[in-house]
Nanobody, 123 residues
Framework: VQLQASGGGLVQAGGSLRLSCAAS????????MGWFRQAPGKEREVVAG????????YYADSVKGRFTISRDNAKNTVYLQMNSLKPEDTAVYYC?????????????????WGQGTQVTVSS
């Protein structure tokens, strides 16, 4: 499966952005999906994950209550709605696909990765 992330940009603290990740290739609904991020000088970290059906989700503690992951299997797309953004959310955001039913937290369980989209939050 090929993944194409988009929607990043520059936003002021407290603002919102919605990231999208469009998938092509094998059937999108056979993958659980996740969003990860990597800030300069830091390791890649999980942000959120969603199961194949979209019925279950996972969020990192740092984004709970502010970010929402969702998917539209008819459109082969997964989204990350980011609200109340903080400067510490600044990073390159990546979408990824895992060959599991449930939402996954470990980056090693993801087989396919998109190219990343930059999110910059100014204070």
């Amino acid at each position: 499966v090929q993944l194409q992330a988009s929607g990043g940009g520059l936003v002021q603290a407290g603002g919102s952005l919605r990231l999208s990740c469009a998938a092509s290739g094998r059937t999108f609904s056979t993958y659980s999906m996740g969003w990860f991020r990597q800030a300069p000088g830091k390791e890649r970290e999980v942000v959120a994950g969603i199961s194949r059906s979209g019925s279950s989700t996972y969020y990192a503690d740092s984004v709970k209550g502010r970010f929402t992951i969702s998917r539209d299997n008819a459109k082969n797309t997964v989204y990350l709605q980011m609200n109340s953004l903080k400067p510490e959310d600044t990073a390159v955001y990546y979408c990824a696909a895992a060959e599991y039913y449930s939402a996954r937290r470990d980056s090693k369980e993801y087989s396919y990765w998109g190219q990343g989209t930059q999110v910059t939050v100014s204070s």
